[in-house]
């Protein structure tokens, strides 16, 4: 049964950072492309970033230069390294595979919250 895991939200001021994990079982996580999506109120869900099983990363052009995404295959778990956090970057984070037309079920995701 595949399981995401989305953790590290929180509430912080603009321009502070924060580094969100995605722990996956389930699947064989080494082979599958993963990304990070978010969701904001009254908006459709949209992929920030994303990476493949050999290491080559993607971003939105709204994050490209301050997240980074990264992945551990020994613990299969997949990083969002956010930097220069904006209020528009708040939302609730999601990781799922990337590049594909079926999404793993859903984790309950982790709310980013960028405010003074």
């Known amino acids: 049964q595949v399981q995401l895991a989305e953790s590290g939200g929180g509430l912080v001021q603009p321009g502070g950072s924060l580094r969100l994990s995605c722990a996956a079982s389930?699947?064989?996580?080494?082979?599958?492309?993963m990304g990070w999506y978010r969701q904001a109120p009254g908006k459709e869900r949209e992929m920030v970033a994303a990476i493949t099983s050999t290491g080559s990363t993607n971003y939105a052009d709204s994050v490209k230069g301050r997240f980074t995404i990264s992945r551990d295959i020994t613990k299969n778990t997949v990083y969002l390294q956010m930097n220069s956090l904006k209020p528009e970057d708040t939302a609730v984070y999601y990781c799922?595979?990337?590049?594909?037309?079926?999404?793993?079920?859903w984790g309950p995701g982790t709310q980013v919250t960028v405010s003074s």
């Open positions: 389930g699947f064989i996580f080494s082979i599958n492309p």
């Open positions: 799922n595979r990337a590049y594909s037309r079926l999404p793993f079920p």
